[in-house]
């Protein structure tokens, strides 16, 4: 055996291999001396990688995909849930939003058990309502239309929302603040202008849209 001599009966091994191990035993009371050996496998731990997005749902499923899959079982858990077995990849649906912790316990064929690191993802919740409001919705041409919008609405943790205004007319803005004051200028004829306010993430999009209404300035003349 190459190796340290053994007086406690212990041997940790900190790789895996095949260890041949010896025990030689020597009596007191006559000094005879008999060998005995043996061959230890020491199985490798198996591996607790996973991989999983970053960001989420709520109420979706949240797919994990362990790396080391073959004859391996696995036991999940999820933060707020109880564990959940699986032989590879598995599913878990957060009924809540926020900062969510996830790990597992792989076992390997051979009884071997390692714990993953600890790896945090988001979960978002579904968007608000797109709300907003305008000062007038109707007159003549030219016509100023001043947006309003609560922004408190809008600025929660875990919604990573984005943000479009649509003034019915030209460039459009990306802003959850819009672009106001709007002028709506002179039409041949009564004109409808379709303004909208989309609010949207991952999860959806709410949208909610308005009509100004301008009125096409009266042609007179006289001779």
């Known amino acids: 055996m190459n190796g340290p001599i053994l007086t406690n009966h212990e041997f940790r091994a900190t790789v895996p291999g095949d260890f041949q191990m010896e025990y030689v035993y020597t009596n007191p009371a ?5 060998t005995d050996s043996a061959t230890m496998t020491v199985r490798p731990l198996p591996g607790t990688g996973f991989d999983v997005d970053a960001m989420h749902c709520i109420n979706q499923d949240v797919v994990v995909v362990p790396h080391d899959m073959p004859n391996n079982t696995f036991e999940w858990y999820f ?5 959940v077995p699986s032989s590879g990849s598995t ?16 076992t390997s064929q051979y009884g071997c058990s390692d714990t993953s690191a600890i790896t945090k993802i988001e979960v978002l919740d579904n968007p608000p309502l797109a709300l907003f409001d305008v000062d007038t919705t109707r007159g003549c041409a030219p016509i100023t239309v001043n947006f309003t919008v609560d922004t408190n609405m809008y600025n929660k ?26 002028v709506y200028t002179e039409a041949t004829w009564d004109t409808v202008y379709n303004v909208s306010f989309t609010v949207s993430n991952m999860c959806g999009t709410e949208r909610l849209t308005k009509n100004i209404n301008v009125l096409a300035t009266p042609r007179v003349s006289f001779a």
């Open 157 to 182: 943790k875990h919604y990573n929302l984005s943000f479009e205004w649509d003034y019915g007319k030209g460039p459009k803005t990306y802003d959850v603040v819009p672009n106001t004051p709007q």
């Open 79 to 83: 933060e707020g849930g109880t564990p």
């Open 91 to 106: 599913t878990y649906a957060y009924n809540s939003f926020g900062y969510k912790e996830i790990s597992v316990i792989v």
């Open 30 to 34: 006559t000094s005879c001396t008999n």
